[in-house]
């Protein structure tokens, strides 16, 4: 479990209930002109006209009164001075549209869900985020960058290969993303950890793959049944590799997988399934079972009393499913066939079957991954004279630099960005 953003709408799971078809099929095709209209309606006092706009089912949630409450909260916040443009985010059923507006006193991101008929689902509001700057290891002039598309069949998802341009062949590496939403940059409120990663390895002569996680570009589509860690991550992360092994610029024998978090994870069980791999990069990666790591890290963050016993008592079901469970309530937000796929698995065991480098990364300041999972990969591995381990004592989860206790409000300060000496690391293990 990691801590994330409300990363485009904690994932308009809540949004799903309320698609209803009606509305001009132009409208449909063009959600950000929608949304763009409905904000306009907003901050022009036309509430009456924009509660039209609502799918039938959250109508009554926006009413011409309610919106006037939010409308008066807003004027509070000064005269508008700019309104950005709009970035749609195709979830399938709904189209998230986000529009960033600069008032005189704050920025804020509305984010407006257009459903299939061109209806607004939701209206959110949330503060705006600094505009990302290159750290100062990137060197832009050092790599290309180019959009592809990882897989072939159903889950076909965008991704950006950075590509050093100063010899050919090069190493490649995949970065594989925690479970959950998110975006290939790895946008954590005002940082882009992914992204960081990318052009600085690129910057070093190292080509990045990074794409939309599944559980982003098809949200609608993955609720709607249950599916398992493979479905969620690995598939997803063995098409990666094969889309880097057919580019003519990429060393086909030296691909590496860096996962962080669950995606560290679940990195040896991807190896496994490529088969062909040169090494794999855990960081901040849980090291053992993900209900007894879902149960550690309430109990590092202090959580007490009722809510710690709900999560001890979830994780003493998962222990006990059985595959005739496979029907049983979700447990952690997750379906029976999701943990009961996970029965047995045992992240540093099976690291340890691989006859691949590894390279287990960790920051000491980390509050959702705690360096007691660090140490459980150093002591699952023990043995093994090709993995490295590495600690960074002032870093974050993210690896991003700061004193005292971490919190998630850190990852919402700009200019936050992964420490350079994780890149040294990085490029160290894959050119020794």
């Not at 809540?14 to 449909?28: I, M, T, V």
């Not at 257009?114 to 959110?124: K, R, T």
Request: glycine share 8%; aromatic share 8%; with cysteine.
């Amino acid at each position: 479990m990691s801590v994330k953003p409300i990363r485009v709408l904690c994932l308009i799971l809540c949004a799903l209930a309320c698609l209803s078809p009606s509305l001009a099929l132009a409208q449909a095709a063009d959600p950000s002109g929608t949304a763009k209209k409905a904000l306009d309606l907003f901050l022009a006092g036309k509430f009456a006209d924009l509660s039209q706009m609502f799918a039938p089912s959250t109508k009554d949630k926006y009413t011409e009164a309610d919106l006037s409450k939010l409308g008066a909260q807003v004027k509070a916040w000064g005269a508008v001075e700019n309104i950005g443009p709009p970035s749609a985010n195709d979830m399938g059923l709904v189209s998230v549209v986000t529009i960033p507006v600069q008032f005189a006193t704050r920025s804020i991101d509305f984010t407006l869900p257009v459903n299939a008929s061109g209806q607004i689902v939701q209206l959110f509001m949330r503060p705006g985020q600094t505009p990302w700057q290159h750290p100062d290891y990137v060197k832009p002039a050092a790599f290309q960058s180019r959009e592809v598309t990882v897989g072939t069949d159903e889950w076909k998802l965008p991704g950006t290969l950075t590509i050093p341009v100063d010899k050919r062949p090069v190493p490649a590496i995949v970065l594989v993303w925690d479970r959950g939403p998110g975006d290939r940059d790895g946008t954590v409120y005002a940082t882009k950890i992914f992204r960081d990663l990318a052009e600085g390895l690129s910057s070093r002569g190292i080509a990045v793959l990074r794409y939309e996680p599944r559980a982003s570009k098809y949200a609608t589509k993955m609720g709607a049944s249950p599916y398992t860690i493979d479905d969620e991550l690995v598939h997803d992360a063995v098409a990666a590799i094969a889309l880097l092994r057919n580019q003519p610029e990429i060393d086909g024998k030296r691909i590496f997988v860096a996962g962080l978090g669950v995606g560290g994870f679940i990195a040896a069980r991807i190896a496994a399934d490529d088969g062909h791999l040169a090494g794999l990069i855990m960081m901040s990666a849980p090291a053992r079972p993900l209900e007894d790591w879902y149960v550690e890290t309430v109990e590092s963050l202090g959580v007490t009393g009722q809510q710690l016993e709900a999560r001890k008592t979830a994780a003493a079901k998962v222990k006990k499913l059985d595959p005739g469970d496979a029907d049983a309530p979700a447990l952690f937000g997750l379906s029976a066939p999701y943990w009961l796929d996970l029965k047995g698995y045992d992240p540093s065991a099976e690291a340890k079957k691989l006859n691949i480098p590894l390279l287990v990364l960790q920051g000491d300041r980390d509050f959702q991954v705690i360096p007691k999972e660090y140490d459980a990969w150093k002591s699952g591995l023990a043995g093994r004279r090709d993995a490295a381990f590495k600690d960074f004592p002032s870093l974050n989860h993210y690896f991003i630099a700061g004193e005292g206790k971490s919190t998630e409000q850190e990852y919402r300060k700009p200019g936050g960005h992964v420490a350079a000496a994780v890149i040294d690391e990085i490029v160290r293990f894959v050119n020794p």
